[in-house]
């Protein structure tokens, strides 16, 4: 059973390009959270989705950045025109349920992003 | 406010030793709290999940305490390892919102020879 699968797990982008991270659920997972870690810092919460549903992005900036998990396929967040202060690990979780369930979440490996 | 608050912020400690890291929250109404090790360069990995009826829970080495009266707890190292060392994460559930899951800054644990 595979776990909760990033990718790309480094990523180097110029000023100004698009940066795509794909996160692939635990099999039987519906729920999946991204969060934000900058360097010697904790981890920050941004968007959570369900399968076609975002449920709450409050963590996410209202610019440049956006999330979908859609019925097939991977959740993408998707990081327009990136700028220097957006190099940070990018980290995908997935549950069986939503978060009131007492069931752990599974974290992924996270994907680095530099940005030149 | 619901928050999640961990001590200390960085620590080191000799291989051999044990060592006690704390979590205090203000998360309410509380459903469960997680102990999470993040090693560098790493996603994290759950320890132990506490619900409000438990008061202690050992995996291991890791022994991870919760008292709900104070929102307090605590994850014990018993006879540290240098692969102990990582980020230890604590994060409070609380029984409603639709996103209630609160993360604290976490610790930085360094084992050393």
């Known amino acids: 059973n595979a776990g909760v699968m990033q990718n790309p797990r480094h990523l180097v982008r110029r000023r100004g390009q698009e940066a795509r991270l794909r996160c692939s659920p635990m099999?039987?997972?519906?729920?999946v959270y991204w969060y934000r870690q900058l360097p010697e810092e904790g981890l920050k919460f941004m968007v959570y989705?369900?399968?076609?549903?975002?449920?709450?992005e409050s963590g996410m900036p209202k610019e440049r950045f956006s999330a979908e998990f859609p019925k097939e396929g991977p959740s993408i967040l998707r990081i327009q025109q990136v700028v220097r202060g957006d190099s940070a690990a990018y980290f995908c979780a997935s549950s069986p349920g939503g978060q009131l369930n007492t069931g752990e979440l599974f974290f992924g490996e996270g994907s680095r992003l530099t940005v030149l | 406010k619901n928050q999640v608050e961990q001590s200390p912020q960085s620590l080191i400690i000799l291989e051999g030793k044990n060592c006690t890291l704390q979590c205090n929250y203000t998360v309410s109404p509380f459903s469960n709290l997680r102990w999470y090790k993040q090693d560098t360069g790493r996603g994290p990995v759950s320890l132990t999940i506490?619900?409000?009826?438990?008061n202690t829970k050992s995996n291991g080495r890791y022994t991870a305490t919760l008292d709900a009266d104070t929102k307090q707890s605590s994850l014990h190292i018993t006879a540290s390892q240098l692969s102990d060392s990582a980020s230890y994460i604590c994060v409070v559930s609380a029984r409603t919102g639709a996103n209630n899951l609160f993360f604290g800054t976490g610790t930085r644990l360094t084992v050393i020879p």
């Open positions: 506490m619900t409000f009826s438990e």
């Open positions: 989705l369900q399968k076609e549903n975002i449920i709450d």
């Open positions: 099999k039987g997972h519906s729920h």
